[in-house]
Each structure stands twice: as C-alpha cells, then as structure tokens.
C-alpha cells in the first residue's frame, strides 16, 4: 500500500538555525497538509498546499514558515529561524482529489530545538 | 467555533473486553469524521471515516464508528480489543484542515 514517507526521523537544531523537514507524498494525490503535534497536545493543522500555492493556513504558520514543492515528488516545510517553541513532531500528509478523501500521514519528524 | 472533544483521556481494559471511546464534534457543516490511531513513535494510520449515508461506518482492525447527528457524536467501538489495540486514538473533523480532539489512551490488560 503506497505511503506518505518524511524525513529525517529526527532532527536537532541549535535554536535560530534555519531546518528544512522533507516529506514525498502518495504519489497520486494532488493536496499536501503539515500538521504538527507539541509534546503532549493535541495534532495541530499549519498549513495545506494545492496547485502549487497555499490553499489555507493556520495561524501558527507564520512569516517564519514556508512550504514549497520543488520537484514532482517532495514537499518540504522550511522553518526559518527556529526557537525552542518549535519543538515537536511535524506531520506530513496527502490526500487525493475531491473533497471527502481522507488525509494519509506519514510517521513523521521530531524536531528538537536546543 | 470548530471543535472536538474526547472527553476520556485514558481508557484501561482488559483484553477481549468491550470498547467505546467517545468523541463529539462543533462543526458548522455537514462533517467529515476520521479515527486515527497512533501506536508510539509512529504515525496517524486512519481507522475509518464518514463523509456521509450509512450511518455506521466499518474500519480496519474490527473497528467501527456510528456517527449520531442529533448528539454530535461519532463513537469509537471493537467488541473485542486485542492487546496490541493499545495506542493513542484520534478523533478528527474537517476536509482540508482537520481538527483533532487531544486523544484517548488505550491501554489493555492480558
């Protein structure tokens, strides 16, 4: 069964370095989201990503964000300068097009800042 | 506001026993509904999902969820839990952005 696979599995950054979080969705599916989880709290939605753009956002995601597709295969999430409140697990997922397809998630990436 | 609650933080039953975990939603629309399971240091697997009709929806694993308009609710129920059913479960509401409840506990006892 065709899966949503992240990497790395865990990243360690020193607090203010710029982290890049890799993600190759199912291969057919047409939307991308980024969720996050903080240790202990609920999964959180940033942000999800059609056509090459931002379809929606949260208010999390912010300037220091930013997501891309670079090639036909990846989407990555770019944390620009990280503080140690970035700590947590980031999750990918993909789903395929229409509206009720459920949203696959891969295993995801801890990111610890120091 | 859009919201999901769970209201069983942790659950604990012995192996072959009955299980219902609750979930109720706010969302202004008709909803989508998910269950996630999350077993440590791994990802969300979706269980099974509503997007509309029948009412009671089947999942993998033996799971099955019956959505409930009039309550709100959409319960998480396998009449016979296994041990390795223990993990983290997530009830979600939404299309494009879900929105997650905090999660219920799932340990079982031999």
């Known amino acids: 069964e065709p899966e949503v696979t992240q990497t790395p599995s865990h990243q360690v950054t020193q607090m203010g370095q710029e982290v890049i979080l890799r993600c190759v969705p199912i291969?057919?599916?047409?939307?991308f989201y980024w969720y996050r989880q903080i240790l202990g709290q609920k999964v959180e939605f940033l942000v999800s990503?059609?056509?090459?753009?931002?379809?929606?956002k949260s208010e999390i995601f912010d300037d220091q964000f930013s997501v891309e597709r670079p090639d036909g295969s990846n989407f990555t999430l770019k944390i620009r300068s990280t503080k140690l409140e970035d700590s947590a697990m980031y999750f990918c997922a993909s789903s395929g097009p229409g509206s009720n397809q459920p949203q696959h998630f891969g295993d995801g990436t801890r990111l610890s800042i120091l | 506001a859009q919201s999901v609650t769970q209201p069983d933080i942790h659950i604990t039953v012995s192996e072959g026993a009955s299980l219902e975990l609750r979930c109720n939603y706010s969302?202004?629309?008709?909803?989508?509904l998910f269950w996630y399971v999350q077993s440590p240091g791994q990802g969300l697997q979706l269980l099974l999902k509503?997007?509309?009709?029948?009412?009671l929806v089947q999942g993998i694993k033996g799971f099955e969820a019956e959505f409930k308009r009039s309550q709100s609710s959409f319960n998480l129920r396998k009449p016979s839990v296994h041990w390795s059913d223990a993990a983290e479960y997530f009830c979600?509401?939404?299309?494009?952005?879900?929105?997650f409840g905090t999660g219920t506990r799932l340990q079982v006892f031999p």
């Open positions: 291969s057919n599916h047409l939307y």
């Open positions: 990503f059609y056509n090459n753009e931002i379809s929606e």
């Open positions: 509503y997007f509309s009709g029948d009412t």
């Open positions: 969302y202004g629309a008709t909803p989508y």
């Open positions: 979600a509401v939404g299309a494009r952005k879900l929105i």
